[in-house]
Nanobody, 128 residues
Framework: QVQLVESGGGSVQSGGSLTLSCAIS?????????????MGWFRQAPGKEREGVAV???????SYEESVKGRFTISHGYAKNTLYLSMNSLKPEDTARYYC?????????????????WGKGTLVTISS
């Protein structure tokens, strides 16, 4: 299996920054990253459906949801066992529980349909 554990959530004021981390482990993970894959961040705000925020594939290509373009950056560590989401210029509408996920083989919309493994999420709250 593959385990994903998010961290880095918290409460900040509008305009602030946060960086989320996702630690990825498990005996199947070496299989996942030896092939084509897609990793991503998703979020779910209270009363709303979960939405994709950003994804990155094994070639390092990234895609972002329109509302976060220019503010959020997705990346992973050299060993690809940590996924990051750097969030700047945060807005109250960014308030949500943020989840990381891994799947593949391609990052195709809707992104979450291709994800096989999910973390439990970390809460981000932005106050105005």
């Amino acid at each position: 299996q593959v385990q994903l554990v998010e961290s880095g959530g918290g409460s900040v004021q509008s305009g602030g920054s946060l960086t989320l981390s996702c630690a990825i482990s498990g005996y199947r993970y070496s299989v996942v990253i030896s092939n084509r894959y897609c990793m991503g961040w998703f979020r779910q705000a209270p009363g709303k459906e979960r939405e994709g925020v950003a994804v990155i594939d094994n070639d390092g290509r990234t895609s972002y949801e329109e509302s976060v373009k220019g503010r959020f950056t997705i990346s992973h560590g050299y060993a690809k066992n940590t996924l990051y989401l750097s969030m700047n210029s945060l807005k109250p509408e960014d308030t949500a529980r943020y989840y990381c996920a891994v799947g593949g083989p391609y990052c195709e919309r809707p992104w979450e349909h291709g994800m096989d493994y999910w973390g439990k999420g970390t809460l981000v709250t932005i106050s105005s």
